[in-house]
């Protein structure tokens, strides 16, 4: 028999933390996330994320052993001002059993019906920020800091259960990331020119503060005409600063400016943390602090996080601009092997980027939503 209880206790939370570490222990693809960091993630007392949304834990039991867990999540923000009648659900972990994903995603369901909303979707977190989407291609990839890895059973359970895909994400990996194209360096010259614009470079992570409010703000600028994208808040910006300013190497940052000294497009690239991950399997101590500093100062492997263009500078070129630029701090930094982050599949704008470099898809993964109302 299956039971399914909602978690309130931290001991409770650090068992819906850890579960994954057991599920995938002998997986060499899954790459474990900080504890710690989702700890503070799901402490809706510390979390100021919850200050817009409201969540609900659970675990699933079977012969009293955790088998599963999820997260049940509103963004009122989403419902209420984007009028998005939807119930989020997130960290959706289980074993291959399928009355297991059940169980768990009924909660989703009874949630989503309490609250007269008219569809469920996930997995995702609580905003656009956070990871998203189960893994569909690619099982055979380490997934990066910031996206969920699942086995191939997770999409076959919720395609059974009446889920269809709903957002999909793509990611590429990039041939020769740092070749030096004269072609694109030309283009790039003219588009500077042609605009009167200025690259900004950085040396230190103090050098960088100024810009980061404006970059969130461009981000909201850029993607809010995607199917999944709700705004980001200030308070969630400063949220993001605290968590990811330790992970930013300042000399992998790109921002370029107007002549009037306005930020119209950045690029936030990091070294690959995934292998250091993995030999922090969830600690910084004792050892994990070291696998990540070394990872940040010599790596062969970059990832691309955020990037961001005025919509009023999109497709005039912007994009080369910023390529040139990752390209040189790639061949400085011995940068050898290049991976995106998740990008909207419909998102053909950020795709052009990578077109000089041979992009190959190697992961792909997606959402999935379920109408509420006949259920």
Partial sequence: MIKVKEIKSKREILQFVKFPFSLYKDCKYWVPPLTNDELETLDKANNPVFKNAEATY???FKNKKIVGRIAVIINHIEVK???????????????????????????????????KLEY??????FSNMEKAGILTFGFEELNTMITWYQYPYYAEHLKKLGFQKQAT????????????LPKVKRFSNLIKEKYNLEVVRFKKKKNILPYVDDMFGLLNKTYNSLQTFVPIQQYQIDHYKDKYFNFINPEYITCIMDKNKKLIAFSIVMPSFSKALKKANGSLFPFGWYHLMKAQRKND???FYLIGVDPEYQGKGITALIFDEVSAIFRRKGITQTETNPELEENVAVQQLWKHNSPVKHKERSTFRIDLKNL
């Fill in 58 to 60: 659970y675990l699933a």
């Fill in 81 to 115: 001002e984007q009028k998005k009648n939807k119930v989020r659900f997130g960290w959706l972990d289980m074993i291959d059993d399928i009355e297991v994903t059940k169980a768990l995603l009924q909660k989703v369901i009874e949630i989503g019906k309490l609250h």
């Fill in 120 to 125: 469920a979707e996930g997995p995702v977190g």
């Fill in 169 to 180: 994400w793509v990611e590429f990996r990039l041939l020769n990331p740092s070749e030096h």
């Fill in 301 to 303: 492997t970059a990832a």
